[in-house]
């Protein structure tokens, strides 16, 4: 049967979003299409359109049964975030999560199935549609993927998801789900329990119109219908079947009341652990779902309308909301200011050096396509970041995230020499040999005298200032940093440095080659470590006053870690290597004087021979002494080497704003001398980088939301006490003189 003429659904002024057409055999096509935007996002217009395709599915007698399909190359990517931000008031909030959740509900009380055919991202609000669905069909295409991603940013789902995903998959299932955000891809979902069905993105159409038609039969009161019920009935719970090992451990925790505290308990337990009370969403979503599982769906999803409305209005969800603009916002720059200046195409990648970064930039590089040469001094170097990097693919296919066969083609990219054959084409170089200028300059030198002139030299050291190395160049208009973090292939920051004589479209071919990386890339100027090590190296400075002081060492990295940080200062300088943080002291020391004068422990503890976790001596105790606890228990010994007495007592507070306020007062600094494009920028690397708190958005961020004259009088209050090291930014103190701000209200 030939497709009837599409009918709209939209209202008077608006644009269709959501279109009804009928397919064959009274199968209607509801489209969901917004020619306004690339994605699909759930906006109140969405919401009235949807309501009227329902209306029509519903009212027309030559309509037995519907599918949902996306005109996108993704389903829906979730509610509109914007309209969520311009949110005022909690009650506007709330109100609007439950209109849609009765809208979504009508396609579950309706006499006709509807069936989503989700191909691409069906995210949060798109998630929850389908969900609402009477059965899903998925594509079984990798960019296929669901997941109710709310709680990054500080939200719970509000269209009835976590319900719903308990009703399918269980209660176990919806808290993962829910706590993580983390995305589920097509197989798996099925697996789960949360769709029905699996096929090529070509038959997707098709399958969901059978499986509408089949729905639609067995609604009916023939025995052919009730047939089909049953049949349906068991594809659909099968934890209702068979009783192996995790059908019971599911009747154990979730379907009794004593089993069903215990998995709560401990959920809220982890919940608590990881979140440190900073990320209320994480509790919400264990209440909407205890209440699920106690008084069961009406009562939850009231609840959930409610916590819904909380949530948008708070000030954690507002940060967080930002931040991910912010990281939209960095996608979009190409990281130079003039709009003409395009970036050039890279083919070939060299990398210098096959230590932990060298290995890790490879990694990177080979997965967005793009074949590497590895060049290190010696054999076994090259053999270490083959390795590596194998280790990495080899973790993935465990994961079930590639195929054998994709990992070998992906591993094929790389290829390693000790010399600099195979480099004559590369567009560009990362450089990762060792911490060390003269090192740096000769393979410089070296690569220069085999690429071809336009070949881009890219720096990855942490603290040498890219203008030093570039001095070497003799095309210095091609040298720039492009400092990735450790790990790299988990860290999302790339800081790509310029110097004054960087050309503006290499600077434009390494942004876009660090987007095709993966990373989120900001731009800054060249100087003395740059913008992320600079202001980690005196928050690391501050730890180690207060431990000289007497403070003991997991009282200053649990203030941290309650304040929001991934791990405490002490701890992270473990993780870095205390002679590298010494190294990178001497540094900031040499260029900014005695403001950054590294704390007396840092000699002492070198002279102690303790670098950290590397060799097994450091704040922590390493390896079997640890006793299977590795990295867990601080090393006594320590405070002898330091010739101190834990016995110090600060308040919490006090240990918390003296080391946040070194690195806010430092980013201010960066931000008044130029080193930043932007406070976005600042924020981003600070959160991306160093694990500054998402929900406190970042050291601008945090400045506005205190207020500068607050943050002031605190830094001043501590320049009294312990000197120039809290010396108020000059941007600090003019801000909070004009009371201004560096973001708008
Ligand atoms: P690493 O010591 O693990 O690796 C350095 C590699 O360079 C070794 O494989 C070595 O054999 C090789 N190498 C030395 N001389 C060479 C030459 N002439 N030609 C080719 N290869 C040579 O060091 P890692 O940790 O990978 O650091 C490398 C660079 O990255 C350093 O500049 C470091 O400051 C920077 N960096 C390190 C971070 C970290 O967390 N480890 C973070 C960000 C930057």
């Not at 027309?60 to 990517?77: H, L």
């Not at 999803?301 to 916590?307: H, I, S, T």
């Not at 210098?352 to 590089?365: E, I, K, P």
Request: glycine share 10%; proline share 5%; charged share 25%.
């Amino acid at each position: 049967m030939s497709a009837a003429p599409s009918v709209s659904a939209a209202s008077a002024s608006a644009p269709t979003i959501v279109s009804v057409s009928l397919a064959t055999q009274g199968v209607a096509v509801i489209t969901l299409d917004d020619p306004s935007s690339p994605v699909n996002t759930i906006t109140e217009e969405f919401g009235f359109q949807l309501g009227a395709a329902l209306d029509r599915v519903e009212s027309d007698p030559a309509i037995v049964a519907a599918v949902m399909v996306s005109g996108k190359s993704d389903f829906v990517v979730g509610a509109n975030i914007e309209m969520l931000k311009a949110i005022k008031f909690s009650s506007d909030a709330e109100r609007m999560a439950r209109e849609l959740s009765v809208r979504l509900g009508r396609i579950r009380r309706s006499g006709k199935p509807v069936v989503a055919a989700v191909h691409g991202q069906a995210l949060g609000g798109g998630f929850e549609l389908a969900l609402a669905c009477h059965a899903i069909v998925l594509s079984n295409d990798k960019k296929t993927q669901v997941a109710l991603p709310e709680v990054k940013l500080g939200l719970i789902p509000g269209a009835n998801g976590l319900l719903r995903v308990a009703e399918r998959a269980g209660l176990q299932v919806a808290i993962d789900l829910g706590l993580t955000g983390r995305n589920v891809r097509a197989a798996k979902a099925k697996a789960l329990g949360l769709a029905e069905e699996v096929c090529p993105l070509p038959l997707l159409r098709a399958v969901a119109i059978q499986r509408a038609l089949a729905l639609a039969s067995s609604t009916g009161n023939s025995d052919a219908a009730r047939a089909n019920r049953a049949k349906a009935k068991k594809a659909e719970h099968p934890f209702h079947l068979s009783l192996d090992a995790k059908t019971i451990a599911h009747i154990a925790l979730e379907d009794n009341p004593l089993g069903r505290r215990l998995l709560f308990k401990k959920a809220r337990e982890a919940a608590r652990k990881k979140s440190h009370g900073h990320y209320p969403a994480t509790t919400r979503v264990l209440d909407v779902l205890e209440m699920f599982g106690r008084k069961g769906f009406t009562a939850a999803a009231e609840l959930e309308a409610k916590c819904f409305g909380e949530l948008v209005v708070s000030e954690t969800s507002h940060r967080l909301i930002e931040m991910f603009f912010a990281t939209t916002g960095l996608k979009k720059d190409s990281g130079v200011d003039d709009p003409n200046v395009a970036p050039r195409t890279v083919d070939r990648v060299g990398v210098l050096g096959g230590g932990l970064m060298g290995a890790g930039v490879a990694y990177v590089t080979i997965n967005a396509g793009i074949p590497v040469r590895l060049k290190d001094k010696d054999d076994v170097g090259i053999g270490r970041g083959l390795k590596y990097v194998r280790g990495i693919l080899d973790e993935r296919v465990k994961k079930k995230q590639l195929t054998g066969v994709e990992r070998d083609q992906l591993f094929a990219r790389l290829t390693g020499a000790t010399d600099f054959s195979g480099l004559r084409n590369a567009e560009l170089v990362v450089e990762a040999v060792f911490e060390d200028l003269a090192l740096k300059q000769a393979v410089l030198r070296e690569v220069e005298a085999v690429t071809r002139p336009d070949c881009i030299f890219a720096s990855n050291t942490s603290s040498i200032p890219i203008g030093k190395i570039a001095a070497a160049s003799a095309h210095p208009e091609t040298v720039l940093g492009m400092h990735y973090f450790s790990p790299v292939h988990k860290m999302p920051l790339l800081e790509v440095v310029r110097t004054e004589k960087t050309a503006p479209w290499a600077l434009a071919t390494a942004v876009a080659l660090g987007k095709k990386q993966g990373k989120t890339v900001i731009v800054v100027n060249d100087g003395v470590g740059f913008y992320t090590s600079r202001i980690l190296a005196p928050y690391l400075n501050e730890a180690s006053h207060m431990l000289a002081e007497g403070v003991p060492v997991e009282a200053i990295d649990h203030a941290m870690i309650d304040w929001g940080f991934p791990v405490g200062p002490l701890k992270l300088l473990d993780e870095v290597g205390i002679d590298v943080g010494a190294h990178v002291g001497e540094i900031v020391h040499a260029a900014f004087g005695d403001r950054l004068t590294p704390p007396s422990a840092t000699s002492r503890l070198l002279a102690d021979n303790r670098k950290g976790r590397k060799n097994g001596r450091g704040f922590y105790v390493y390896g079997a002494a640890a006793g299977g606890r590795s990295g867990k228990e601080v090393d006594s010994s320590i405070y002898k080497a330091l010739g101190i007495e834990p016995r110090g007592k600060l308040p919490i507070e006090e240990i918390q704003m003296r080391c946040a306020l070194q690195l806010v007062n430092e980013a201010l600094l960066c931000f008044g001398e130029g080193v930043l494009r932007s406070a976005r920028d600042g924020d981003v690397g600070a959160v991306l980088g160093l694990g500054f708190p998402p929900f406190r958005g970042g050291p601008f961020r945090y400045v506005d939301t205190i207020g500068a004259a607050e943050i002031l009088r605190r830094t001043q209050s501590y320049a009294d006490r312990f000197g120039r090291r809290f010396t108020p930014a000059p941007v600090l103190v003019d801000m909070a003189k004009k009371g201004e701000r560096f973001y708008p209200r």
